[in-house]
């Protein structure tokens, strides 16, 4: 045992290795991506420590290869989520009991793993699974990861030392204790780094949790769980469960132990989470903390005075609506643009949009894959048509689809004459961005038809050079996104530098990346010591004149 006051180390954001031509990193991540698509793995569960096998198997295959099975996972039923409760609660005393420092360390461990030896899997697995190129695994699954990692064990050491006051021969405490319960992360295939922390962020904080990927992230989750093995994590700490999507939750969202959910995932889903607790409230031992990141239909808004930055401008739009395949919660899929500089911008953004290069991840020469799947593909592929077939919308760039090898649909610019249009208004989650230009004299009119056309609000970016315009947006636009970009595209939020999270559909703006989200897991318990107690039972003012 220590007696110290424990300080952890001071963190700082994990460098974004380049992978360029001739690196140390490029050869070796080339290296684990053709040994690891050589092989099939068995995914098993975890529950309590111990691997478990159904023999009910899905299957984990590349996007960008969709013939390509990399892995077989076994899928459980209510029973198998039965046992993963059964193993958290298990598991919770000696957990919860474990000193914040002795917890520390193992996360700081498993950032240095990750930092090294683990670094080349995990965006391997991320871009054989996921479809994400080596850039956009490596600030992901490696970065994201790490700094979550490094961030939350410093935000936690913050918190935990935030203590009241305390008067004349008394001592105040704070007693920072685990959720009642266990802890629920439902997570999403769209980033490695998330699908981690969802059950890592309550965890630190002495819960125990049952943790549901996305089957679609089935295969870079599983190195996750062999990281945390690695690291030293307790079994029964963290249970992870496949199956039905709707027998799990609804099986965890039934038990009268729920503690907490974690979710990040689609806005009709959290929407029927939050429906079902509600529900169920009179049989819950406590009220669940329900924290959701979910959709969003994010925005760039242009002013007049963006005209000098229109190259800028332009990156901002192709980078923030293509990067993932649009496959982000943050991505750009509306921009509104002032007449003065649609010719000009749309040139340029048709141009470099054209440009892209689509394929296999394993080339590093494509900037975009696949998308994750086939209904996804179809889902996105509706929406190219209803731009083909709508009289108010023209197709720009890109809008063709093809499924042959891969899911692939290739980055779409639409311009949209009608503000509230379909494409303009509803989250289409794939590389399509629709574009509405907007008079100059109406800036003002459009920043409100923009705060209220969706019913998300969580990112979106103002570009201009007049100050008195941004301010006028921010003002504006102050509901309208949880994380708002000024010249800048409204993608890639950084842990520590700028907190992610939404209101409105788009959740209950927690804010992963700070303190903020730490708050939610814990309950926290005052304690008075009085030193000299009183004596008597009557007050000075009963006293006779």
């Not at 010719?343 to 494509?366: I, Q, S, W, Y």
């Not at 005052?526 to 039972?537: L, S």
Request: with cysteine; hydrophobic share 45%.
């Amino acid at each position: 045992m220590i007696h110290a006051t424990v300080r952890v180390p001071t963190p700082a954001n994990e460098p974004i290795l380049s992978y360029a031509p001739g690196s140390p990193e490029r050869a070796e991540l080339k290296k684990t991506l053709d040994r690891m698509a050589s092989e099939r793995i068995d995914i098993p569960m975890i529950i309590g420590g111990q691997e478990v096998r159904t023999g009910k198997l899905g299957e984990a295959r590349m996007p960008h290869d969709h013939a390509h099975v990399l892995a077989t996972f076994h899928n459980g039923e209510a029973s198998h989520v039965q046992a993963a409760i059964d193993a958290a609660l298990a598991a919770k005393a000696a957990w919860a009991a474990l000193s914040f420092a002795e917890r520390a360390a193992i996360y700081l461990r498993a950032a240095d793993l990750l930092a090294t030896r683990y670094r080349p899997i995990l965006n391997a697995a991320t871009m054989l699974g996921q479809s994400k190129t080596a850039f956009q695994a490596e600030i992901d699954a490696a970065c994201e990861l790490i700094d979550f990692l490094r961030f939350n064990v410093s935000f936690a050491q913050q918190l935990i030392a935030e203590q009241p006051i305390s008067g004349p021969l008394m001592w105040n405490q704070l007693d920072y204790r685990p959720l009642d319960g266990f802890v629920y992360a439902a997570t999403p295939f769209n980033f490695t780094s998330i699908a981690a922390n969802l059950p890592l962020a309550p965890a630190l904080m002495g819960n125990t949790v049952v943790f549901k990927p996305s089957p679609a992230a089935a295969f870079s989750n599983w190195y996750v769980m062999e990281l945390l093995r690695e690291a030293g994590f307790p079994a029964g700490v963290i249970n992870m469960v496949q199956g039905d999507p709707a027998m799990v939750t609804d099986t965890v969202l039934a038990h009268p132990d729920l503690g907490g959910v974690h979710f990040t995932g689609s806005t009709t889903v959290f929407q029927s989470m939050w429906r079902t607790v509600g529900e169920n409230m009179r049989r819950y031992k406590q009220y669940p903390r329900l924290v959701g990141e979910t959709g969003g239909k994010d925005f760039i808004f242009a002013h007049a005075s963006a005209r000098e930055d229109l190259e800028a401008l332009a990156v901002a739009i192709v980078r923030g609506a293509f990067e993932f395949q649009g496959q982000k919660c943050s991505a750009a899929s509306r921009a509104f643009i002032p007449s003065s500089l649609w010719p000009e911008l749309r040139d340029r953004v048709v141009a470099l949009t054209e440009e892209l290069t689509m394929g296999d991840v394993r080339d590093f020469r494509n900037f975009m894959g696949a998308v994750i799947h086939e209904h996804s593909f179809e889902k996105i592929s509706a929406y190219l048509e209803l731009a083909k077939s709508s009289p108010d919308t023209k197709i720009l760039a890109g809008g063709k689809a093809d499924r042959s090898k891969g899911w692939f649909v290739r980055p779409t610019v639409i311009q949209s004459e009608n503000p509230a249009s379909r494409l303009m208004c509803e989250e289409i989650f794939g590389p399509v961005i629709t574009m509405h230009v907007y008079p100059d004299d109406r800036f003002v009119e459009t920043l409100r038809l923009c705060d209220s056309s969706t019913p998300y609000a969580l990112t979106g970016a103002i570009f201009g050079r007049d100050r008195a315009a941004v301010a006028t947006a921010s003002r504006e636009l102050r509901n309208a996104a949880g994380n708002f970009y000024v010249n800048d595209k409204p993608t890639g939020a950084v842990v520590g530098q700028q907190p992610f999270g939404g209101s409105r559909a788009s959740g209950t703006n927690d804010k992963a990346g700070s303190f903020l989200n730490l708050v939610r897991w814990t309950s926290p318990r005052t304690i008075k010591e009085n030193f000299a107690p009183p004596t008597t039972v009557g007050y000075p003012h009963q006293g006779a004149e």
